[in-house]
């Protein structure tokens, strides 16, 4: 595909003019002006504080894995498929031939497909048809069939603690705490069900996904569960059609505004939070997928995902988006960063008059949704100031209750959560809770970059790399005016995102090994 594409006539017009315009700006003093800016944008992220931190060589691992607690969670955790590989090898010689033997012995391969099921399923059913017990069904399944490839011997089925690191491990510890000293114990509870699926299907995924043709196969899953729930968000605009609401909209300030998409979900801005994750790893997969066709099924995936975003209406979803595309540029191609800008600048009157009113009510003041913040953020000021060390319990249920009946939340709109994922895991968990959230996103940023960078990384995990701190940095943006998680499809969808970025991490440092 890819010789017919250069032989072809087009293509090679295409080239000629190219060449032409090149060579014409680059003797132009505008192109020498444009290129020196670039060239200085270039040399400075190159030389920057920030790069050197992302790249510098971190001891924390290393040092945890030395630990006694390391090997203390690590015997706890991968106790049943030890104990599964002590068997299997005890009746090797006895069930080695039986059918059913080899049946278990089989589907123990099937462990990355199981999450690649998953993250397909969970995209592309409706919140009408949903019940959260289908992803811990999901999840479960993925972490048996884990532990099935335990009768393989030679140490597989284990969960990969050295691979998920310290800090998810301590921010798992607090979550499961903060759920048993809660003041609203069975909320907390039930919360603590959608966090443990989190984790299982994270811990699959990492300890699963052994080879760049596994993980392929889950960035594909990814692309296709996109599509499916991008594509039906068009289908309900344009053929269902969805009146203005004013539970997602202040229609006075946004009289013309119409209705927002939401697609399989029940929210738009959480419809928003799955687009924001993962369509920047759809275009830089588009840019180092190593075969045409996958190049096409991951740019299908960032278009309609990119258009699906705009129709969600979601101002916090298109800052994040922006700032998660600025970042890619970035870290692929700093000289750019001044044509990205001007490039943004350039199409804002071209957008739809609807959306770009909706991006000037940021800035005009008066709306309800941005005013209500003021009460909930003050609320939330005041009673993590109040339980600082423990929080209220696990789950925004907790929160809510605390909000309410303590005093803490006067205005007249009804409360939800903080609405800002910071604000909201630190009233729900505590200092030790944030404080270790925010050292796991900034490894798996760190994770991502330094595979970019890695000379060992292929095409696609340089491609995987990209993508997910772009998705991971975007969801962060959008997380400062938005709790996500409060939608437990979402909060796995973050989870798989940052376990799909440390598995790469893991496969580029074998290719480092081997090389």
Known sequence: MNKLIRQSAVFNIICFLWLKIKAI?????????????????????????????????????????????????????????????????????????????????????????????????????????????????????????????????????????????????????????????????????????????????????????SSEKQLYALLLSCALGLIICSVYGFYQKFVLGIPASSSFTDLSLNATMPGRVYSFFDNPNTFANVLVFFAPLMLTLTIYAPKMWTKVVFALAFIVAAGALLTTFSRGAWLAFAASVAIIVLLLRPRLIPLFVVAVIIMLPFLPASIFNRIITIFVGGDSSINSRAYIYTAMYELIKDYPLTGVGLGAGAVKKIADYGGYYQAHFPFVHAHSIYLEICAESGIMAITSFVFTVFFALKKGVTTVKSKAASPLLKGVGAGCVGGIAGAMVFGITDYGWYYPRVMVFFWILAAIVYTAAKLCKQRANQE
């Open 25 to 209: 700006a680059d003797r132009s003093l505008s192109g020498g002006i444009l290129r020196a800016i670039m060239n200085f944008f270039g040399r400075l992220t190159d030389a920057s504080g920030i790069r050197q931190l992302f790249l510098s060589r971190s001891a924390t691992d290393e040092k945890w894995r030395e630990s006694m607690t390391y090997r203390l969670i690590d015997a706890v955790v991968n106790f049943i498929p030890w104990l599964i590989g002590k068997i299997s090898d005890k009746f090797e010689p006895l069930l080695g031939g039986s059918f059913i033997f080899r049946g278990l012995r089989k589907l123990g391969g099937f462990a990355p497909y199981m999450v690649c099921l998953s993250l397909v399923v969970m995209m592309s059913v409706h919140h009408k048809y949903w019940n959260n017990t289908y992803s811990l069904v999901l999840a479960v399944l993925s972490i048996g069939f884990l532990w099935l490839s335990s009768i393989r011997g030679k140490g597989a089925g284990r969960i990969d603690i050295a691979a998920i690191g310290f800090w998810p491990i301590v921010f798992a510890v607090v979550c499961v705490a903060s759920a048993m000293w809660s003041r609203n114990v069975n909320d907390s509870f039930r919360f603590l069900i959608f966090f443990i699926t989190c984790m299982m299907l994270a811990a699959a995924c990492v300890s699963s996904v």
